[in-house]
Structure formats: structure tokens, C-alpha cells
């Protein structure tokens, strides 16, 4: 069960941050620079979930994604991280997803300073298992900005499950994990491409049956995968019974038609739920010269969809991240969106895009210039 949840209006974030600005159609390029929030507003608090159901959904359909507090992009200053989370709760966030994998226990560790001066029942908080971390004295070459001390090596075994969540709780300082996600078992996954299917196959005789065991035993709410392929989470709900899935980059404005054909209603017909990760593309759709998490250049079609959408959006009044928000937001089985943010300006933005009503020729529009599909779920028009 969960409390009563309070929000706090756009506005209460602040006239200056939320007030109407000429539109940035260049690329932003310094780390935490923000597009700001255009078009009227209409709402006045985050969107929620309504409580019951078989399975379990988090009430916030809007959360913070910990990717970025694990200095993914560029080192984030332990004030600015405090910071990023304060106004998430301020803005009326309740959903915190992170990973032992975001800096190698760094983001855990600062959700969890944070939210451990929280009530407990008023968030959820998602975490993830598959990597387990040891101390060392010399650090993997890793991704992250400057990473604390720890190895990490692969286990989605039973006890490396049990194993992970504890090692998540200790790092969090908190006494339970609402929802637990199956990490990175996926082909795209470079360390280990064609190598998933034996990951798989160790998970679903091992981390399956013990997240199923957990949930019965009211350890958690919630199990599920969190990838950024579609191809195992429509395997893992041929071999076993979980209730919700991140999916990353796999919804989003630009790209949604395989998702929409899919993986949705097979998820749907199971009566199982989505988290959009990265519903901005890693920042691509708020302005940022780079596409999903890899190193590659931005492909070329992206940018011309990106760029024809702006000339779209803008011509309505809004903001591309405002509609590439309240898009990833409105499928059915879309049960909460998680955009990064790695600075309290970024969050408070996306707070204040959630309550733009966006006119519904902006969606017309969109469908006519081929960038959102035929069949694509919008929100109700302004």
C-alpha cells in the first residue's frame, strides 16, 4: 500500500525557470544546458497511476532515471547531485530508478542518501541485478567519469541475485526495493553481444525463480528486465511470470513502430507494464549532439527527423523535449517514464513539460510528416 502522494504545481517551481523563452532550434552542447519548457499549461501536477490491479504499477507515471548521477556524460559535483534529487521530490517525483552498474555503486549511493531522509512510503525505487561489484585497487576502464574503486563481474545466478539486492540495500540505506530489474541481459550489451543467450539461460533457472520466490514472499513488488533490445523480454515472458519491464530507448518520438506492433501488446495481453528509459534518447531530443548511449555519430535520418519535428513543434509553440515527453507517456502499458537528469534545472524542466497542454494539431502534424506513426497513442488534445 502507499500513502497519500503530494505534488507540487509547475509553477511552484518558479516563474523565472518556467517562463517563455525564444526557442533553441542548434544543438546544446555544454553539459546541463536546458531547452526551455514552451506552450500553455494545463496540468498541475505529475501524472499518476490509479493503485490496484493485478499487477503491481508504480503510482508516478514520471520518475528520475540514475544514470546520469553515476557520471555517465561528464562528472556531477555531490551538491548538484543532492540538488537533482531534491527537485524531483519538490516536483512531485516518486519513482527513482538506479543501477549498481551507474558508476559502479555512485548513483545507489546518492539516491540513497537522499531518500533515506524521505518517508519510506511515499516512493517507489527500482534497482537492478546482474553485475555484482568488489572492491579492487585498480578500476576497469569503464564509461563512467571518474569511477570509484570497484570491479564488477556478471552473475544472474540465484545467490548473485540475493547476493546484488543486499549489496544494493546496504549501498541505498534503505530496507526494501520496491522493484527489481534484470540488467543489461541483451545482445547489444558489448561485453557480451551473441554471448546473452547463456546469461539467459543462468537467469531463468536462477535470478526468475528467485525474484518470483522474493515477490511472493513480499521481499518486493515487482520483477521484471531492464534492456535496451526488445528481443529478451519477449523470451523472458515465454519461460517465467514478471510484471514489468524497462525498456530503454525503444520508445521514444523518433523511433516506437516495433515497440508499438510487438512488444507492446504481447507485454499487454500479460497484463505487463513498461518504464520508458531514456524516452529523450540519451538527450538527443533535448538538444544534445550525441544518439542513445553508444559512441557512434549521430545517423544522418535522425537528425533530419529530429530537425523536421522542431520545425513541427515549434510552429505550435511548444518545445521537441515537451512532446517527446508527454509521447513516450501515453501508451497504456506505459506505466512511468524515466528521464535522466544530472542537474535540478534539467528536472525542473521536465516537470514543467508534463503540464504543457499541448495542441493537438501538433500531433496532426507529426503523423502527416510521417515522424510519429499511424497508430501511435498521443495525449488527449488540448
Known amino acids: 500500500m502507499h500513502s497519500r502522494r503530494t505534488f507540487l504545481s509547475a509553477a511552484a517551481l518558479g516563474a523565472a525557470t518556467l517562463a517563455a523563452a525564444p526557442m533553441m532550434a542548434h544543438a546544446q552542447t555544454t553539459p546541463g544546458d536546458v531547452l526551455p519548457t514552451q506552450g500553455p499549461r494545463g496540468r498541475a501536477a505529475l501524472p499518476t497511476n490509479p493503485r490496484g490491479g493485478r499487477r ?63 518517508p519510506r512510503e511515499e516512493y517507489a525505487i527500482s534497482t537492478k541485478v546482474g553485475r555484482l561489484l568488489s572492491a579492487t585497487r585498480q578500476t576497469p576502464k569503464v564509461s563512467w567519469k571518474d569511477p570509484p574503486p570497484f570491479d564488477y563481474r556478471y552473475d544472474y545466478s540465484a545467490a548473485g541475485t540475493r547476493r546484488s ?19 543489461d541481459l541483451s ?11 547463456e546469461y539467459f539461460e543462468q537467469a531463468r533457472t536462477g535470478a526468475f525463480v528467485e525474484l518470483t520466490k522474493m515477490r511472493e514472499e513480499g521481499l518486493i513488488k515487482a520483477w521484471g528486465m531492464g534492456v535496451n533490445t526488445p528481443e529478451p523480454a519477449l523470451r523472458a515472458i515465454e519461460v517465467s511470470d ?3 519491464f524497462l525498456l530503454a530507448c525503444q520508445y521514444s518520438l523518433l523511433d516506437h513502430q516495433r515497440a508499438l506492433d510487438e512488444t507492446f501488446p504481447k507485454l499487454a495481453a500479460k497484463d505487463i507494464s513498461v518504464i520508458v528509459g531514456s524516452p529523450l534518447l540519451a538527450g538527443f ?98
Do not use: C
Open 242 to 244: 514478471p510484471d514489468i
Open 165 to 183: 539486492i543486499e549489496d544494493s540495500l546496504q549501498r541505498l540505506g534503505i530496507d526494501a526495493i520496491d522493484i527489481v530489474l534484470i540488467h
Open 56 to 118: 503491481y504499477r508504480p503510482v508516478s507515471r514520471v520518475g528520475l532515471g540514475g544514470a546520469p548521477l553515476g557520471n555517465n556524460w561528464a562528472v556531477v559535483a555531490e551538491d548538484d547531485a543532492q540538488a537533482t534529487l531534491q527537485a524531483a521530490w519538490d516536483g512531485g517525483m516518486r519513482l527513482f530508478d538506479t543501477s549498481p552498474w551507474y558508476g559502479l555503486g555512485r548513483s545507489e549511493r546518492r539516491f540513497g542518501h537522499f531518500l533515506g531522509q524521505q
Open 285 to 382: 531530443l533535448a538538444g544534445r549532439d550525441r544518439y542513445l548511449y553508444g559512441a557512434q555519430p549521430v545517423p544522418a535520418d535522425a537528425e533530419q527527423k529530429r530537425a523536421k519535428a522542431e520545425e513541427i513543434v515549434r510552429r505550435h509553440g511548444v518545445d521537441l523535449r515537451t512532446v517527446a515527453l508527454q509521447f513516450a507517456n501515453a501508451p497504456e502499458v506505459v506505466s512511468a517514464i524515466v528521464p535522466g537528469a544530472r542537474n535540478a534545472r534539467q528536472v525542473q524542466e521536465n516537470v514543467a513539460s508534463m503540464s504543457v497542454a499541448i495542441p493537438g494539431g501538433v500531433w496532426d502534424d507529426l503523423r502527416q510528416a510521417g515522424i510519429i506513426a499511424a497508430n501511435a497513442p498521443v495525449p488527449r488534445a488540448a
Open 187 to 197: 545482445p547489444d550489451n558489448g561485453d557480451m553481444k551473441d554471448r546473452w543467450t
